[in-house]
């Protein structure tokens, strides 16, 4: 079981690093994170997520990515009855991006289903689609802006509010609906905070200084919701993930234009909400777990 903790630990959450640094416009980032406690009681399936994202993002105009993100869940039976779905979810989809003076925006049409979802998509339909975005405006004390997506455990629009000061190789980003306290060590001159605090809570050095090694500590939301099919497909319905984690991660730049993450995350306040066979909605309360969590960054 250690064995299996660790080797997932070595693998690797999607940034939004700002690629341009040091002539860098692309990157590919793939991360992994396995819980080491299970959710609930009388199972021992412990929840796991995978993500990649590949894009190409200069430093102004537009840019464009591809972003996958795999949950496993293991939904238990309630009443008698089986839920409805597996629990093997998917958000997947384009991401466009563009910066226009002191403004920054994302748009992402995103695919929302189960794994038999995703393999029939003849049959999808628009509850399968969400439409995420955001447009942020950058003011000398931080940003100001606007999100659609699902991390709150509903898709929704909610506002963002971000205050951000640094100080040497300290930054701190305080705000809704994430936060973040970052030291890092820079190589190649001082750094240079970019203003463009992105949606998992992260904001790298620009201009000429490359991280030579960082470490962070960050809160923020971490939920979703997915439209989901029985096995047969015959029921659809929505099932909603709502959970908070607190992390401490640590990078290393291994050699120029390649990141290392090391990390935990600890994930409270967390709820499942998903159907039955029979119809029955059911919400379920989650234990508090602690994730394992590793992430490997190639920029070119």
Same mark, same amino acid.
């Given at each position: 079981?250690m064995?299996?903790?660790?080797?997932?630990a070595v693998?690797?959450?999607?940034?939004?690093?700002?690629?341009?640094?040091? #002539?860098?416009?692309?990157?590919?980032?793939?991360?992994?994170?396995?819980? +080491?406690n299970?959710?609930?009681?009388d199972?021992d &399936?412990?929840?796991?997520?995978?993500t990649? $994202?590949?894009?190409?993002?200069?430093?102004?105009? @537009?840019?464009?990515a /591809?972003h996958?993100d795999y949950?496993?869940?293991?939904?238990?039976?309630? &009443? &008698?009855?089986?839920?409805?779905?597996?629990?093997?979810?998917?958000?997947?989809?384009?991401?466009?991006?563009?910066?226009?003076?002191?403004w920054?925006?994302?748009?992402?049409p995103?695919?929302?289903?189960?794994?038999?979802?995703?393999?029939?998509?003849?049959?999808?339909?628009?509850?399968?689609v969400?439409?995420?975005? =955001?447009?942020?405006?950058? +003011?000398?004390w931080?940003?100001i802006?606007?999100?659609?997506?699902?991390? =709150?455990?509903r /898709?929704?629009? $909610?506002p963002?509010?971000? $205050?951000?000061? %640094?100080?040497?190789p =300290?930054?701190?980003?305080?705000?809704?609906?994430?936060?973040?306290?970052?030291?890092?060590?820079?190589? #190649?001159?001082?750094?240079?905070?970019?203003?463009?605090?992105?949606?998992?809570?992260r904001?790298?050095?620009s201009g000429?200084?490359?991280a030579?090694a /960082?470490?962070?500590?960050?809160?923020?939301?971490?939920?979703?919701?997915?439209? @989901?099919?029985?096995?047969d497909?015959?029921?659809? +319905?929505?099932?909603?993930?709502?959970?908070?984690?607190?992390?401490? *991660?640590?990078?290393?730049?291994?050699?120029?234009?390649?990141?290392l993450?090391? !990390?935990?995350?600890? #994930?409270?306040?967390?709820?499942?909400?998903?159907?039955?066979?029979? !119809?029955?909605? @059911?919400t =379920?309360?989650?234990?508090?777990?602690? %994730?394992?969590?590793?992430?490997?960054? *190639?920029?070119?």
């Open positions: 079981m064995r299996g903790i660790l080797a997932s693998v690797l959450t999607a940034i939004w690093a700002d690629p341009a640094q040091a #002539g860098y416009d692309g990157y590919f980032s793939f991360s992994h994170q396995q819980a +080491t299970a959710p609930y009681a199972t &399936n412990r929840f796991r997520a995978t990649f $994202y590949l894009g190409h993002q200069p430093t102004a105009g @537009v840019g464009f /591809y996958h949950r496993v869940f293991k939904l238990p039976p309630a &009443n &008698n009855a089986e839920p409805a779905s597996n629990g093997h979810v998917h958000l997947t989809g384009p991401v466009i991006t563009g910066h226009q003076a002191d920054y925006w994302q748009l992402a995103r695919i929302a289903t189960s794994s038999n979802g995703l393999k029939h998509l003849q049959d999808a339909s628009g509850k399968d969400q439409l995420h975005g =955001l447009a942020l405006f950058r +003011t000398d931080g940003a802006g606007l999100q659609a997506d699902s991390r =709150l455990g /898709y929704q629009p $909610y963002v509010v971000q $205050y951000m000061h %640094s100080a040497g =300290l930054m701190l980003q305080l705000g809704w609906p994430q936060s973040l306290i970052r030291w890092q060590r820079c190589s #190649g001159g001082s750094p240079l905070w970019h203003r463009q605090p992105h949606p998992g809570g904001c790298l050095a000429s200084a490359l030579r /960082y470490l962070e500590a960050g809160l923020a939301p971490t939920g979703g919701q997915w439209q @989901v099919k029985s096995k497909r015959t029921l659809s +319905t929505p099932f909603r993930q709502q959970r908070w984690e607190a992390s401490v *991660v640590a990078g290393w730049s291994i050699r120029p234009g390649i990141e993450r090391l !990390g935990g995350h600890y #994930g409270f306040r967390e709820e499942w909400r998903y159907r039955l066979e029979s !119809g029955e909605r @059911v =379920l309360s989650v234990r508090d777990t602690v %994730s394992l969590v590793g992430e490997s960054v *190639v920029r070119f």
